[in-house]
């Protein structure tokens, strides 16, 4: 392995024997790696503070023995995003970002596209003046548009009747076939999604354009609550797997399922 030098956030990290840890980066360069971090929990000055979740750091790692994990040689602070840390709400949307781009990213695939936009969502989240739903929004929205698996939000994924008309002002949400259905196709669920035609429209501007300008935008409590049922859904189920931290998430918020 060629030296690796980057920018990276800390999405994962677990304990392997009594003094390592093995971390799960997102790379700025090389997309997601994982590493060994020798002796990472016995040493008070190598890697002190450094290895937080969420964090970004500026790493160098290098080849390790054999076929095992590249090594963490050095790893320096860049931005502790700190705040997120002391909110267990704010824990559990940085952690579930970070699962679903764990779950998504294969090993070593550049995405610098996706690593800015999970770089502004936490830095969103550390400064805590935008709302950590609506940057929960922002981010599956933009992550299911680079993953390939963007809803169809245009028009009914049955009968292909436009949204502007459709009667009345809700669609149900069919999210085996990706995207908005009618009433007529898709009768209502009590338990089911579903999204007002005011919440569909805010859903395609944040999912494009300038990220700060995407982040500004308001969402009443009713449209929050319904994207993030449909998003809750949606993304777990095109990305192949329910990932264990929205149990947690949906928990703490207790309003949602």
């Known amino acids: 392995m060629t030296p690796l030098a980057t920018s990276a956030i800390l999405l994962r990290r677990r304990d392997y024997?009594?003094?390592?840890?093995?971390?799960?980066?997102?790379?700025?360069?090389?997309?997601?790696?994982t590493l060994m971090a020798k002796a990472a929990k016995k040493s008070a000055r190598r890697f002190a503070g450094v290895l937080?979740?969420?964090?970004?750091?500026?790493?160098?790692?290098?080849?390790?023995?054999?076929?095992?994990?590249?090594?963490?040689?050095?790893?320096?602070?860049?931005?502790?995003?700190?705040?997120?840390?002391?909110?267990?709400?704010?824990?559990?949307?940085?952690?579930?970002?970070?699962?679903?781009?764990?779950?998504?990213?294969?090993?070593?695939?550049?995405q610098t596209e996706l690593y800015r936009l999970l770089l502004h969502v936490?830095?969103?989240?550390?400064?805590?003046?935008?709302?950590?739903?609506?940057?929960?929004?922002?981010?599956?929205m933009r992550l299911l548009r680079i993953s390939g698996h963007s809803?169809?939000?245009?028009?009914?994924?049955?009968?292909?009747?436009?949204?502007?008309?459709?009667?009345?002002?809700?669609?149900g949400v069919d999210v085996a076939k990706g995207g908005i259905a009618c009433l007529g196709c898709l009768p209502p669920s009590p338990d089911g999604p579903h999204l007002s035609k005011g919440t569909i429209k805010q859903l395609q501007w944040i999912a494009d354009g300038d990220l700060p300008r995407a982040t500004r935008i308001r969402f009443s409590p009713v449209a929050i609550s319904e994207a993030l049922r449909f998003l809750e859904s949606f993304v777990p189920y095109h990305l192949g797997r329910q990932p264990r931290s929205l149990g947690v998430l949906r928990q703490l918020r207790g309003s949602l399922p």
């Open 17 to 33: 024997g009594d003094y390592d840890l093995i971390v799960t980066f997102f790379t700025q360069s090389q997309g997601k790696v």
């Open 52 to 110: 937080e979740l969420f964090s970004e750091v500026d790493i160098i790692a290098t080849s390790g023995r054999r076929s095992g994990l590249p090594v963490l040689q050095e790893a320096a602070l860049k931005h502790p995003f700190a705040q997120i840390r002391v909110l267990p709400t704010r824990i559990a949307y940085a952690s579930y970002w970070s699962e679903l781009v764990d779950v998504w990213m294969e090993d070593r695939v550049t």
């Open 122 to 140: 936490l830095r969103e989240l550390d400064q805590g003046v935008t709302s950590e739903a609506v940057l929960s929004v922002l981010f599956q």
């Open 151 to 171: 809803p169809n939000l245009k028009l009914c994924g049955i009968c292909r009747k436009a949204v502007d008309a459709v009667r009345p002002n809700v669609l």
